[in-house]
């Protein structure tokens, strides 16, 4: 059984910085699609960003020209820097690679805290 493995998250005022890392093996980091996902009330998850295997990019609204997603194809790792944090950011965020609809599996990381508070 494989598990990413997530760093990155912490304890920040609003308005400053944090970096996500997110790294894979590198056979499923190839074939992936990586996400980053962010945990709400009820165990539910909702998209905030992500990469394809070839570069193309997607973000919920409220992120956008906040947050970039990038991958790092060398380090079999992907990244989520968030900048402007603002309080309503506070939360889980979970990786995600995703070999569908090519292949059945998904992986998910264990989480990382980000707390954005004054």
């Known amino acids: 059984q494989v598990q990413l493995v997530e760093s990155g998250g912490g304890v920040v005022q609003p308005g400053g910085s944090l970096r996500l890392s997110c790294e894979a093996p590198?056979?499923?980091?190839?074939?992936?699609?990586m996400g980053w996902y962010r945990r709400f009330p009820g165990n539910q998850r909702e998209l905030v960003a992500a990469i394809t295997t070839d570069g193309f990019t997607n973000y919920v609204d409220y992120v956008k020209g906040r947050f970039t997603v990038s991958r790092d194809n060398a380090k079999n790792t992907a990244y989520l820097q968030m900048d402007s944090l603002r309080p309503e950011d506070t939360g889980v965020y979970y990786c995600?690679?995703?070999?569908?609809?090519?292949?059945?599996?998904?992986?998910w990381g264990q989480g990382t805290q980000v707390t954005v508070a004054s």
């Open positions: 590198g056979s499923i980091f190839s074939a992936a699609v």
């Open positions: 995600l690679a995703d070999g569908r609809p090519r292949s059945d599996w998904t992986y």
